[in-house]
């Protein structure tokens, strides 16, 4: 029986990798407790760290020739080499519930990449990678937004991206510095019918969630879908009508998350304001300059307006809050002409000129 190298370096290990995503041949099966994480991705550490033994030596290893787990020499070359190995993730998916009347919840998923949740309880089953999703309780209750686990939880205080906390939005009763808090990054957010969010009848209607707890025991904010439960979710989470084009599926998802911002009470209130403010209390559109107020009955046109959102999410690869100058007031028709085409930032500027007469 062969035994692994002392030999093998970090280099070894990153040419197993490659070899690895590449579909090199090797005798291993996916690992059963541990994964090795690198960039993002999870691989059986047995696995490449026979790749790397086979390269260095020319013999082939099996996994019958060494053990892994913790303690043993093939985690000890992975870890002395700077990698990370972590344990393996549960099947199924973690749901977590909002409570809208506490926190202004849409506004917060609207405007953020990577959020944070309290979670009480489960913490020590949580891992990085995990799938999960968002639920928003109350009278429009359902799931609003997947996405995966980004950082382990821990104290509120102790988070590494603060600026994400969302700490304004707050109705009633903010939670404690002490607090516990998983990062989440998100993937996709719908916020209502029109964006495909998947309300709470959806899952009475299904036999397999319909037994779940979050419909029979809803109380708390943390809950785990099991493996057939999870399945179930996602089929319900895709099945909305979309474009068979991969990429159209993929434009339309972004223009959805790009119209929720959009539809977002909080974020077009404050925006309002701070344009009225600077402007001796007119609202009116930023492009064209058109005001309600002046061409509609007071009752309906005064502080009407809409707000477009120059900085689609898709573009930040940085957690970052979304800021005033970041939105855009416009009248109806300039927003429908902003959207006209996929390219938004052409059509505006295409705008801009036109009505400063270039």
Known sequence: MPSLPDTITRDDLLAALAAFDGGAAHRFADSTGYDLLFDGRRYPPKAVVGIA?????????????????????????LQRAGFEIVEKMLSGLWLFQGNPVRFDIDDYVSRYRLLYWSVPRNRDAMRLGDRCGL??????????????I?????????????????????????DSPSDFKVGIEIEEFRLDDEAGFLPR??????????????IRMPTG?????????SAAFSDLWQSSTTPSDDSAVEGLRRLRQHYARERCRGLIERKKQDFAHRNDGR?????CRFDFAERYPESLGEGFIEVHHLAPLSTHDEPRRTGMEDLLLVCANCHRMIHRTRDADANL??????????
């Not at 950082?151 to 009763?173: A, F, I, M, S, T």
């Not at 904010?221 to 439960?229: G, H, I, K, P, S």
Request: hydrophobic residues 40%; negative net charge.
């Open 53 to 77: 033994a086979r390269a260095v030596t020319g013999v082939e290893y099996g996994p019958e020739d060494f053990s892994g787990g913790r303690g043993s020499k093939c985690f000890g070359i």
């Open 135 to 148: 639920w928003r309780s109350g009278t429009e209750a359902g799931a609003i937004a997947v996405g995966r």
């Open 150 to 174: 980004a950082e382990l939880p821990c104290r509120k205080d102790n988070v590494q991206h603060p600026e994400c906390l969302g700490d304004d939005l707050w109705w009633q009763d903010a």
């Open 201 to 214: 009848q959806a899952f009475l209607e299904n036999p397999t969630l319909a037994n779940s707890l979050i």
């Open 221 to 229: 904010t943390v809950f785990r879908l099991n493996e057939e439960e």
């Open 283 to 287: 609202v009116f559109c930023e492009v």
């Open 349 to 358: 500027a295409m705008l801009r000129r036109h009505f400063a007469g270039v």
